[in-house]
């Protein structure tokens, strides 16, 4: 069975903190891995793909590790508006995205 | 920026009835999925569709549903006899290429489907 799980949380963190996020896929086979984000009754976002090489995009940097089958996500000098679901999401070599049930996070002032 | 669009974005109906959600993809876009999320629960996967045919379908998308691009711009989902279950929000989504080939997949803000 093709699955991805994360820590649902919540975390709560204050303003400024750098909070990171773990995933793990079932799947050593799985082609591509991405981060999405989901406010509040919205549609997911894309925040960002995760690349073999790790990759970077502002105050957020995401890293992949295939021998461990384990995606991670690290928000630095994290805002207020950061709060929200932060969802993992694996492309098993099919036409569809797998979800994972997603880790709120909640930034207090 | 271009965007996904659905209607409407909430629709209530009694069990048994039939619904249409109506999804337009964005205009270059060759693939196009629904996906749906009950709440709070995760988002799962129903059916993808590609060239004018489903391409991939979930255990969930059963005889109760169907999906057609009736012209050049909408993609719709019909579920035609809805049970209590079927409430969740239903996500459209497109993509250039395919997920196959690592294409981003861009959704749509969704449609609240509720059932009494």
């Known amino acids: 069975r093709k699955e991805v799980e994360q820590d649902p949380g919540p975390f709560n963190v204050p303003e400024g903190a750098t909070v990171a996020f773990n995933c793990t896929y079932s799947n050593s086979a799985s082609q591509s891995f991405f981060w999405y984000r989901q406010d509040c009754r919205k549609e997911p976002k894309l925040l960002m793909s995760v690349y073999s090489s790790g990759n970077e995009d502002g105050r957020f940097t995401a890293q992949l590790n295939r021998a461990s089958q384990y995606i991670s996500l690290l928000i630095r000098d994290s805002k207020l508006s950061d709060s929200a679901t932060y969802l993992c999401v694996v492309n098993f070599g099919n036409e569809k995205l797998t979800f994972g049930t997603g880790t709120r996070l909640t930034i207090i002032p | 920026e271009p965007e996904v669009t659905q209607t409407p974005s909430h629709q209530v109906t009694q069990m048994g009835q039939e619904v249409i959600l109506r999804c337009v993809p964005i205009s270059n876009h060759l693939y196009f999925y629904w996906y749906r999320q009950i709440l709070g629960q995760k988002v799962e996967f129903l059916v993808s569709?590609?060239?004018?045919?489903?391409?991939?379908k979930s255990e969930i998308f059963d005889d109760q549903f169907s999906v057609e691009r009736p012209d050049g711009s909408n993609f719709t989902l019909k579920i035609r006899s809805t049970k209590l279950e079927d409430s969740a929000m239903y996500f459209c989504a497109s993509s250039t290429q395919g997920v196959r080939l690592t294409d981003t997949q861009y959704f749509g803000p969704g449609t609240r489907l509720t059932v009494l």
């Open positions: 569709f590609y060239n004018n045919e489903i391409s991939e």
